[in-house]
């Protein structure tokens, strides 16, 4: 009685957070600290009665998120992220002329003055590609033998040979393919989607992120940083699950302490955020009450999300994975079951794609881990109607060069890369743009990652140029003031 009566007089005097800390009693303080900090929202056995406080919204109409009228292909996206950067000359992009010139020098006109990673002052040979390529499908695509699998759906999917990036180094990288810049603190493209497009899953984060280490060994960190939401409210930040043991770190309570206690504790804790929040009405702490309720139905729900045990057999076959195995085929099979549940971008990283040396055995063992994965994956969707509606994206943070960097590997290249889509309205079966004849510039249609990301927000009904963040005085946008456009030639 005495703590309501004190909030109850912290309120009509509107203390500022320094000023409560200092005056009221240490009880209170205590109470009022937890209220600042622990941020949730209300537990279904205590519900908090219609207008005691002001709730930022989970997500916008699609106009507000600059629709204009478009009318959205896909309700989610899958993003297949290849961390290291995968070679296109070993992989989409067949170069019959860089075999033919093997071994000689590397036209001075190509590459005079242009920007290199760690080949740049030394002498520059071609490298031609270390596998063989063959055509497979209706399309009769030519893509590396070693992706049979992919091959086998290959009229399903669309390659873009004509990418590039900005940067060309493994951090700036990634960042600008998340973010659409190369400086850290800007919000990755998952916090932007469930920003303006909120979640369909009651019990499961919006954005969810995986990551799988192959046999390589080549284990680069992945910062938590490329899913953050940047300046962004950080409840639309992506979480991360772990595919191999327990999913989230802390998920089981404590000894002693049973579900119906914390959520006793949650939907207490809950009125007293909910009470500041009707003073300051902060984003941050809205975000807290979301999230804490979030973790709480989390505890139930991502057990038995992960439990691949449930899957029929020849799923299971169909993907070549085992349950709890950690392996990028069960990621795979994860983001399907995420996808049914209602998240609107999973994002998978597969490591080990930097192949500075010895890249003939390191896309081999690459190709073995996720050819028959990403076959399943759009397999699955397809036979269960979810395709349609689900974009997936195949991409790494830049390409290789055509010159050979220690005798047999490859070095981190910007200026041309390929990536391919497949599903939510994107033309099957075709490849748009070409790099020059050596592999090693864009030269047909070329595209950028903000095209990219253009493109990936209009399959979702989202107008990419009048989609904005007010920040610092500025209307930030995914795909940035660089012109973006929208690839169209490859939607349906």
Known sequence: ??????????????????????????????????SLEAKVSAHPLAPVRRGEY????????????????????????????????????????????????????????????QQLAQLQGQKLTCYGPQLPF??????????????????????????????????INHD???MFMNTGSQIAGRPSMGSWITYGLGSLAKDLPGFVVLTSLGQGGQNQPIAARQWSSGFLPSKFQGVQLRGKGDPVLYMANPSGITRGRQGTDIAAINTLNREYNSLVDDPEIATRIAQYELAFQMQASVPNLMDLSQEKKETLELYGCQPGDGSFASNCLLARRLAEKGVRFIQLYHK???????????????????????????????????????LIVWAGEFGRTPMSQGGNGRDHHN????????GAGVHGGMVHGASDELGYAAVENITTVHDLHATMLHQLGIQHDAFSYKFQGLDAKLTGVEGAQVIKSILM
């Open 415 to 422: 200026k041309a890369m390929t990536v391919w889509l497949a």
């Open 54 to 113: 002001k709730e930022s919204p989970s997500y916008l109409s699609p106009r507000q998120a600059g629709a204009r009228g478009l009318i959205p292909k896909a309700k989610r996206v899958i993003w297949l992220s290849m961390a290291g950067g995968p070679s296109h000359l070993e992989t989409f992009d067949p170069k019959p002329k860089l075999t033919q010139m093997h071994g000689q020098p590397m036209p001075e006109s190509m590459t005079k003055g």
């Open 1 to 34: 009685m005495k703590i309501n009566n004190e909030l109850a007089q912290f309120r009509a005097q509107q203390l500022t957070r320094r000023a409560m800390l200092g005056k009221v009693t240490s009880g209170l303080g205590a109470l009022a600290l937890a």
């Open 352 to 390: 080990d794609w930097d192949h500075h040396g010895d890249i003939k055995n390191g896309v081999t063992l690459k190709a073995k881990e996720i050819d028959r994965a990403c076959m399943a994956l759009i397999t699955d969707l397809k036979r269960r109607g979810m395709l349609d509606d689900t």
């Open 172 to 174: 700036p990288a990634h």
């Open 134 to 167: 063959a055509k497979f499908g209706k399309s009769q695509i030519e893509i590396c033998g070693l992706f049979p699998q992919l091959g086998s759906v290959i009229d399903e999917v669309c390659f873009i040979r004509s990418m590039t990036t900005d940067a």
